[in-house]
């Protein structure tokens, strides 16, 4: 069974930087595409961030050149550096897995908390 943790987030001043973790259990992250989303107050969830099990990396349009999203395989650790941080990337931050190459994202951690102040 696949468990994935996310950690890092917190409260961080508008132009600030965090980077968050994704631990991975049960399955190497080398073996699985696996993403980043997030979910702010009153709206749906969304994508961020993802990389293919190939090291491949897809942004949004919103975070890209300020977002980084990498693995290290040695740790099973996904992870999601942010910088230049803006209060509209306030939200819930989870980190996400898929089972199979072409199935949804199937594998969700609890989420995590980033506040970004103005």
């Known amino acids: 069974q696949v468990q994935l943790v996310e950690s890092g987030g917190g409260l961080v001043q508008a132009g600030g930087s965090l980077r968050l973790s994704c631990a991975a259990s049960?399955?190497?992250?080398?073996?699985?595409?696996m993403g980043w989303f997030r979910q702010a107050p009153g709206k749906e969830r969304e994508f961020v961030a993802a990389?293919?099990?190939?090291?491949?990396?897809t942004y949004a349009d919103s975070v890209k050149g300020r977002f980084a999203i990498s693995r290290d395989l040695a740790k099973n650790t996904m992870y999601l550096q942010m910088n230049s941080l803006k209060p509209e990337d306030t939200a819930v931050y989870y980190c996400?897995?898929?089972?199979?190459?072409?199935?949804?994202?199937?594998?969700w951690g609890q989420g995590t908390q980033v506040t970004v102040s103005s």
């Open positions: 996400a897995g898929k089972s199979g190459l072409f199935s949804e994202y199937d594998y």
């Open positions: 990389i293919r099990w190939t090291g491949g990396t």
């Open positions: 049960g399955r190497a992250v080398s073996t699985f595409p």
